[in-house]
């Protein structure tokens, strides 16, 4: 409730500021200085036994990136409550976040600078991503000239929250500093193609980058999927990071923008805000919803890029509306098949044994974790803490402490609480779920299709092997080739083209055949 009220008291929408242009998405950098502020207040009125802390992580939003003004190292030394530390500490007041989609310029032309989308993706582990904390600062720079000048420092969200804590500047770690497209994953060291193509004198501003364990000073509502890995191949879709917990392994991830905002808005317009309203309908609505299914993108979606609603009867055809219970099942059975289906090309597979992991708040609503499980056909486990964020961030704190002496992470979480079972599937879930494609084509000057086929083998607890295949060809155009499933015993399909510079959405179906590839066997392995 203390963050609502300051959503409220910064005239945000759940702690954002949509712009006009529904691509530009901002947050005040002063409301989470108060709302840190709030809860250590709160802390020392609980009593809170300060003295007693040995060390300190946070969790929050990745790609935010703060702007320090000229001389804000030395107000952070001597931070005084009764000074404006917005005038104080900020060139910039409002900060980018990750749901801004408003720098596909700069991601072009970086991806220019470093010879295509293909070359930078294999520097950094992504190619150009408008919310990627590099692509920000060059829209800047250019766009607002001024309070780029008045910059001495630029930071992510994690080392601003620690720069408060420090009263200095925290260093960006090798984890979350490989979300910005300048990252070199492999060397761990700002990519001076990257940096020059940015901004000038840009390693002066960012800093070193540290490793994620390093001791510096002893909000999120995407839809995200992890995958651990070894020998990480980057592709055009989704995202490698360095691995904040082993400096010899590598993280893949997709993220989803129309998460649990988008859920949150359909429970409000179908369910009267109710939850149990919302549970009640996914219950009694059938698996594969009669064939009805929706795409949801409030706003423009990371994967694939695009936007708008799209809602599709048992005859494949598009319709404007469907009756509250339908629309309920319909946006929850889409997201998840979009997260298996794009899982999929990054490297997952679905095999006896496989089980999925279910975190965050939506994690404790069985009815959406039942859903999850039919449509990935696997067990879905849960821990006893939707707030799953807090409960890492002190293992990583804890790990910080220990890593200097050799400890890895997995000793840290060795007798942590086994995750419980908490759904399996319907027995006909893997016979309702049939495939279909949904192609996205972005105007773009580089054009490349990748298919990912990955074997996994789950076995009990954290361990996973992952043997990978990917081949990749080079066109003239950038299309991104996305699998949805669908509730039809029938291959259907349809195809979203979106046009950044025109901002047009068109859509067609088609049928399509699906073969398989046989797969090179790589050993990775994945928790």
Not at 198 to 222: E, I, M
Request: charged content about 20%; hydrophobic content about 35%; proline content about 4%.
């Amino acid at each position: 409730m203390l963050f609502v009220y300051l959503f409220v008291l910064a005239r945000t929408q759940g702690g954002v500021h949509i712009h006009t242009d529904r691509l530009t998405v901002t947050s005040p950098v002063l409301m989470w200085v108060q709302a840190l502020d709030l809860l250590l207040d709160k802390m020392k009125r609980a009593a809170f036994d300060f003295a007693g802390v040995r060390a300190l992580s946070g969790s929050g939003q990745q790609h935010g990136s703060v702007f320090w003004r000229t001389g804000a190292s030395e107000t952070l030394k001597h931070l005084d409550p009764d000074h404006n530390l917005e005038q104080l500490l900020f060139s910039v007041s409002d900060s980018p976040v990750w749901m801004d989609s408003s720098s596909s310029k700069q991601c072009l032309d970086l991806e220019a600078a470093a010879g295509g989308a293909e070359r930078l993706a294999e520097i950094t582990g992504s190619r150009g991503y408008e919310r990627f904390t590099g692509n920000q600062i060059a829209k800047l720079r250019q766009t607002r000239p001024d309070e780029f000048m008045d910059t001495e420092r630029i930071s992510l969200v994690s080392s601003f929250a620690a720069s408060l804590f420090l009263g200095g500047y925290a260093a960006i770690d090798y984890s979350d500093g490989s979300g910005m497209n300048l990252l070199d994953i492999r060397t761990r060291n700002w990519s001076q193609i990257c940096l020059e193509a940015t901004a000038p004198h840009l390693d002066q501003l960012l800093g070193a980058a540290l490793p994620s364990t390093s001791v510096l000073v002893s909000l999120g509502t995407s839809d995200t999927v992890f995958l651990w890995v070894q020998n990480p191949r980057p592709a055009l879709e989704g995202h490698v990071f360095c691995s904040p917990v082993d400096q010899e392994a590598f993280m893949a991830l997709l993220c989803f923008k129309n998460g649990s905002l988008t859920r949150e808005h359909i429970s409000n317009e179908c369910a009267g805000g109710s939850w149990e309203v919302f549970s009640a309908m996914l219950r009694e609505t059938p698996l594969g919803n009669d064939g009805n299914i929706g795409f949801y993108f409030d706003t423009m979606e990371i994967t694939p890029p695009a936007v708008g609603i799209h809602r599709f009867d048992s005859e494949d055809s598009e319709v404007s509306s469907f009756s509250p219970q339908v629309e309920v099942r319909a946006l929850v059975e889409g997201q998840f098949l979009s997260r298996r289906l794009h899982a999929e090309r990054l490297g997952y597979s679905i095999l006896p044994g496989t089980r999925v992991l279910a975190t965050g708040g939506a994690s404790s609503n069985k009815e959406i974790l039942q859903v999850l499980s039919d449509v990935f056909n696997a067990p879905v486990y849960t821990i006893d803490l939707s707030d799953s964020a807090c409960l890492g961030s002190a293992y990583r704190a804890l790990h910080g402490l220990l890593a200097e002496s050799g400890v890895s992470f997995l000793d840290v979480v060795k007798n942590a609480p086994e995750p419980q079972r908490t759904t399996t599937p319907h027995p006909s879930a893997k016979q309702v779920h049939t495939h279909t494609h949904i192609h996205t084509h972005t105007h773009t000057h580089t054009h490349t299709h990748t298919r990912t086929h990955t074997h996994t083998d789950t076995h009990a607890h954290r361990h996973t092997d992952t043997q990978t295949h990917t081949h990749t060809h080079t066109h003239a155009h950038r299309h991104t080739h996305t699998d949805t499933h669908r509730h039809r015993n029938k291959i259907t399909a349809r195809k979203v083209q979106n046009c950044h510079k025109k901002r047009k959405l068109t859509t067609r179906k088609c049928k399509i055949s699906l073969k398989r590839s046989k797969i090179n066997a790589e050993t990775t392995k994945s928790p």
